[in-house]
């Protein structure tokens, strides 16, 4: 078995995403609380802690839309963590109350930053990865909601094109092999053609499937 | 005010749900080798499918190319140029920033 790498190289890890989390998280804030008010935003961060769900419940709150329309939206985002949770969940520790806190650690950067690449993953580097971006997605929003009128639009400064850059770093990191290439490609190209006639959720949450092709692989543990 | 609330909470409580019943369900079972296979592409399809949705998905649904779209690109040369990833997210947005200012 993998020895787990210890919290720091995790913590190591995960640096390099604090200022794009930071600058997501500003940018979350300040497009949250003209709708949301300055508490619930925070409150949100903290307790809900899944940028894509937050934003997408946003953008329905935005729109006029209900409660239950933007819960609708956030769960579909959600719907990923169901596959990513069954993956990772063996290689958490502990008792049921243990695994479910430390499976809070699973977000979409750390989930590929802990991948080994053969179906196991690094329990301390999920959770040393996600703290420093944890930490960056709660303050940005605290700055976001507090300063955003000094800060002017977000868009004007880019800072929406710093996540798909930093999935954009992970993923070409991730392509190892010709088999994760192919999974890719699949990924993309489910989520490319469903993107215009599905809600936001369902494309990514589709493209998951694309990793099935490993069914039709040789074990992982024998290459 | 309240619809913001219960957004809050029901998200918070879903989102916990999510993540954890994976390895509720499971335990401290191991998966099988076929699975493991399975498991060991998902990052791969998860990171493309998001970076095909927060780059081109449109506020509100539906497909739109923007200036994110200039930003992945700048970034993906940034990556094949092997610069590190602080320099690759800082490019991006400096391209799309630079679009947006001058259309």
Partial sequence: ?223 | MTAVWITVAVLTVGTFAAKASGTLVLGDRELPPRALNVTALLAPALLAGLLVFETLGAEGGGLTVDARAAGLVAAIVAILLKAPMFAVVLVAAAAAAGLRLFT
């Fill in chain 1, 1 to 223: 078995m993998h020895q787990d790498s210890d919290i720091r190289a995790g913590l190591r890890a995960g640096l390099p995403l604090v200022l794009p989390t930071l600058a997501i998280g500003i940018s979350f804030g300040v497009l949250a609380e003209p709708v949301m008010g300055s508490v619930a935003p925070v409150v949100m961060s903290i307790t809900v802690f899944s940028g894509a769900a937050q934003f997408a419940a946003l953008t329905v709150l935005t729109a006029g839309g209900g409660a239950f329309a933007a819960i609708a939206a956030g769960m579909l985002l959600n719907a990923r963590w169901l596959p990513m949770g069954l993956a990772i969940g063996p290689f958490l520790k502990g008792g049921p109350v243990q695994r479910s806190i430390e499976s809070i650690a699973i977000v979409d950067s750390s989930f590929a930053l802990a991948s080994r690449g053969d179906g196991t993953f690094d329990r301390l580097k999920l959770i040393g990865s996600t703290l420093p971006q944890g930490a960056a997605w709660v303050g940005g929003t605290v700055i976001g909601v507090l300063g955003g009128s000094f800060l002017g639009d977000p868009q004007a400064l880019g800072l929406d094109a710093m996540f798909p850059a930093f999935f954009a770093y992970l993923l070409f990191e991730e392509l190892k092999d010709r088999t994760r290439v192919v999974a890719a490609v699949g990924g993309a190209l489910i989520a490319l053609a469903l993107l215009p006639f599905t809600p936001p959720g369902v494309p990514v949450l589709v493209a998951a499937f694309a990793a099935l092709i490993g069914l039709k692989r040789t074990p992982a543990a024998a290459r």
